[in-house]
């Protein structure tokens, strides 16, 4: 297995080029989606980074707060919002404060980067403190069952960079680890991945005992495409209970 390394390694040693290798992705139905629940207030991001979805978010018109403990994603933030125009929090989400409440949460791909289950719980605690009345938590995570094999995969092949993904999983405690392998310019950087894979049923009896529950899941955040075990991720949608 990896070794530990502080929590802040993965943001700080792919901030100058997350944008890059995320350059493919479509904020689009995720920007609608969170406008809508939203409803005119407020949105909480727990793992904002370098804001690929907060400021796209922000430009449609619901104020965001985005919390996140690498200091290099701020700081890239920072670069594309000197106007402040998200709220930067720096910070572990698993412990947080944030002024106000929020009408709608979200984490992108984050929460399971929060690797013990009581980490996990804290934060959907802190959530929970945080929404206002009526308001819905949203997780895009993994389909532990499409990670648990481990191995090697090509992420991502380009004219001038190569992507790729070496694994390794404990079912026992439920813990992933992976190296993400970029070559890029003639150089290459490792940046370590650590995950505690949460099934989405204990997603739920988690939310469920902090005061929310389920309303739906979907495998796509336009709400079209069912959940099923060969899904990559979920899109889960908690309502204050």
């Given amino acids: 297995m990896l070794h530990d390394y502080p929590k802040t390694t993965y943001g700080d040693t792919i901030a100058d080029i997350y944008d890059l290798l995320h350059a493919g992705w479509d904020p689009t139905a995720t920007v609608d989606t969170l406008t809508d629940l939203a409803g005119g207030g407020r949105a909480l991001e727990l793992g904002v980074g370098t804001g690929r979805l907060a400021l796209p978010l922000a430009a449609a018109g619901t104020p965001v707060t985005g919390i996140d403990v690498s200091p290099a994603m701020l700081a890239r933030l920072r670069e594309k919002d000197p106007e402040g125009t998200v709220e930067a929090i720096e910070g572990d989400f698993a412990d947080f404060t944030a002024k106000g409440e929020f009408a709608v949460a979200f984490a992108v791909n984050s929460l399971l980067q929060l690797t013990s289950l009581e ?55 439920q813990q992933y680890r992976a190296q993400q392998v970029i070559l890029r310019d003639g150089e290459s950087r490792l940046s370590p991945v650590a995950l505690r894979l949460t099934t989405p049923t204990e997603l739920d009896l988690m939310a469920e005992l902090c005061g929310m ?23 889960s949608f908690y309502d204050v209970g």
């Fill in 119 to 173: 980490e996990q719980r804290a934060c959907l605690r802190r959530v929970r403190e945080h929404l206002a009345p009526g308001g819905v938590l949203v997780l895009e995570e993994a389909n532990p069952a499409a990670f648990t094999g481990g191995g090697l995969q090509v992420m991502n092949i380009g004219p001038d960079r190569l992507q790729l993904l070496a694994s390794q999983y404990d079912p026992m405690t």
């Fill in 213 to 235: 529950r389920l309303r739906e899941r979907w495998a796509d955040w336009r709400r079209t495409t069912p959940y099923t075990l060969e899904s990559r991720q979920h899109v």
